[in-house]
C-alpha cells in the first residue's frame, strides 16, 4: 500500500509539471515555436526570391564583412553596362550549360567527381551559376551536404521566379572578386585594371573568370601561372563558342 500511494504521488507530480507546462492544443509550446522558426528560416528565401527581378540584392558574404567591420567595395552596375565578354567567359568558365539547365547540372557534378587534377579541378567545381547565386544569397560558405540539400531546390526555384539575364546579373554583381572585400564585376574590374566593367577585353575578362573560384588565392592584377594558363584557355573558348550566352540578350 505504501509502495502503491508513493506511485500515485508520483504520478500527480508528474501531472501537475506537465500541466504547467505551457502548451498549444496538447503540443508543447518550445517544440512548435522551434518547428515554426525552422519552417520560417527553409521558406523565407523562396518568398524573397521574385522580389530580386527589381531589387539588387546583398550576398551573406558581404552582411557578414559588414557585421564584422571588414571592407566591402561593390557598385551596382547592370549587364549592359558590363562588357559582354565578361558573362560569356564567366559561362564558359564556370557553368557552360547555363542557357540551357535548369538551375542545376547533374553531369557536371559527375564530372567533378571523376576529375583527378587538384588545380583544375578547383576551377570549376559541380554547382552551376545559379546554385552559386542561390548560395552567396541565402545560404553559407564551405562544404556541407546540408547546405547543398538545401541549395539545389532553391537554384531550381530561381531559375523558375527570375530570368537567365536577371540571375547572371544578380550573380555578376555579388560574386567576390578579391581578398579585401572587392564584390561585384565593377569592383573587381577597376581592383585589377583601373579601368570599367564596360571596357574589359577578352583577355581580362577571361582572367577575372580565372579567379572567380578562389580570389583570395588568385589574382587578376598579378596573375600566377595558373591564372594565366586558365585565362587563355577561356579566350578560346569564348572565341570558338560564342553563342553560349544567348539567353542573356534574347529578346
Not at 552596375?77 to 540551357?100: G, K, Q, Y
Not at 547533374?106 to 542561390?134: C, M, W
Not at 530570368?163 to 581578398?179: Q, S, T, V
Amino acid at each position: 500500500m505504501v509502495f502503491a500511494s508513493r506511485l500515485d504521488g508520483k504520478k500527480r507530480r508528474r501531472s501537475r509539471r506537465d500541466a504547467a507546462r505551457p502548451r498549444w492544443f496538447g503540443v508543447p509550446r518550445l517544440p512548435v515555436i522551434g518547428a515554426a522558426l525552422l519552417f520560417a528560416f527553409v521558406a523565407a528565401p523562396y518568398v524573397i526570391a521574385p522580389f530580386y527581378r527589381t531589387i539588387d540584392p546583398v550576398s551573406t558574404p558581404m552582411l557578414w564583412r559588414w557585421v564584422t567591420g571588414q571592407r566591402v567595395q561593390r557598385l551596382v552596375v547592370p549587364l549592359n553596362r558590363i562588357a559582354r565578354s565578361l558573362p560569356l567567359t564567366v559561362i564558359l568558365a564556370e557553368d557552360a550549360s547555363f542557357c540551357r539547365n535548369y538551375g542545376i547540372d547533374p553531369g557536371a557534378i559527375r564530372e567533378a567527381l571523376a576529375q583527378s587534377d587538384d588545380d583544375i579541378a578547383d576551377s570549376r567545381g559541380a554547382s552551376t551559376i545559379t546554385q552559386q547565386v542561390a548560395k552567396n544569397l541565402f545560404l553559407w560558405p564551405g562544404h556541407s551536404i546540408v547546405r547543398k540539400v538545401l541549395e539545389i531546390p532553391l537554384a531550381i526555384w530561381l531559375t523558375l521566379v527570375l530570368p537567365k539575364r536577371r540571375i547572371m546579373d544578380i550573380y555578376l554583381n555579388i560574386a567576390e572578386w578579391g581578398p579585401n572585400g572587392e564584390f561585384g564585376a565593377e569592383a573587381a574590374a577597376r581592383s585589377a585594371f583601373g579601368i570599367p566593367a564596360r571596357e574589359l577585353n577578352a583577355a581580362q575578362a577571361a582572367e577575372l573568370a580565372a579567379i572567380l573560384p578562389n580570389p583570395v588565392a588568385r589574382s587578376a592584377r598579378n596573375p600566377g601561372r595558373l591564372v594565366r594558363e586558365l585565362a587563355a584557355l577561356y579566350v578560346v573558348r569564348a572565341a570558338t563558342y560564342p553563342g553560349h550566352d544567348a539567353c542573356l540578350y534574347a529578346h
